[in-house]
């Protein structure tokens, strides 16, 4: 069964300070594909990452970056100098790579980002 | 270019009722699905389709519940005999299915449904 844990509900920061947001996912597939989705107050789900199975290197994206390591089954993401904007709900997920026609969502970290 | 878009965004009804949301996919996205998020939860699969053709069905998705996608482009979600459970966002979200390329799924905006 495939499952993903973000342990973190809720998050609060200062802005400015860097935040890292925990996944860690369950899988018996042997490829699989990882993504993370922002939902911001709007509601609408924005994809920022996907990251295959095959492919552990570290990728940073401006101030955004992500750990994807095999070895503990996680997948963290971090903001370097949150901003306001990044106030949101984060979403880690996971799909077959095979029959990638379901995305397995975590719960969400609530992340505050206080000016 | 526009995204997903879903129509009601909002929408309170009476338990007993049935209603009907809407998502009209990226153009040329052949892949679309439907997904339900309840409070404090992440999004969960309930449908998809490929073209016209409804491929998998959560056991979430209860008899009550009926997906179309008719003319492989808009889809629309009905919902029987609405219970006070089935409150919750219901997102949309659509994909290109390409040969060897991975089907990256953009989410519409969702209709937030309140059964009261």
């Known amino acids: 069964a495939q499952k993903v844990t973000q342990a973190q509900t809720e998050i609060s920061v200062v802005e400015k300070e860097d935040v890292t947001l925990d996944c860690v996912y369950e899988?018996?597939?042997?490829?699989?594909?990882l993504f993370w989705y922002k939902q911001p107050p709007s509601g609408e789900l924005v994809f920022l990452i996907r990251?295959?199975?095959?492919?552990?290197q570290n990728e940073i994206s401006g101030r955004y970056s992500w750990n994807f390591q095999k070895s503990t089954s996680s997948f963290n993401f971090t903001i370097t100098a949150s901003q306001v904007v990044d106030s949101a709900v984060y979403f880690c997920?996971?799909?077959?790579?095979?029959?990638?026609?379901?995305?397995?969502f975590g719960k969400g970290t609530r992340l505050h980002i206080l000016p | 270019d526009t995204g997903v878009s879903q129509n009601p965004r909002h929408k309170i009804t009476k338990r007993g009722q049935n209603v009907t949301f809407r998502c009209d996919p990226i153009?040329?996205?052949?892949?679309l699905y439907w997904y339900r998020q309840t409070l404090g939860q992440g999004p969960e699969f309930l449908t998809y389709?490929?073209?016209?053709?409804?491929?998998?069905k959560s056991r979430l998705l209860s008899d009550r519940f009926s997906a179309e996608r008719p003319k492989g482009s808009f889809s629309t979600l009905e919902i029987q005999r609405t219970e006070q459970g089935d409150s919750a966002m219901y997102l949309c979200?659509?994909?290109?299915?390409?040969?060897?390329?991975?089907?990256?799924?953009?989410f519409g905006p969702g209709t937030r449904l309140l059964v009261l």
């Open positions: 979200a659509s994909s290109l299915v390409a040969s060897g390329s991975f089907k990256t799924q953009y």
């Open positions: 899988t018996r597939d042997t490829t699989y594909y």
């Open positions: 990251r295959n199975s095959f492919d552990e």
């Open positions: 997920a996971l799909s077959d790579m095979n029959r990638d026609d379901k995305i397995i």
């Open positions: 153009s040329e996205h052949n892949r």
């Open positions: 389709f490929q073209n016209e053709a409804q491929l998998e």
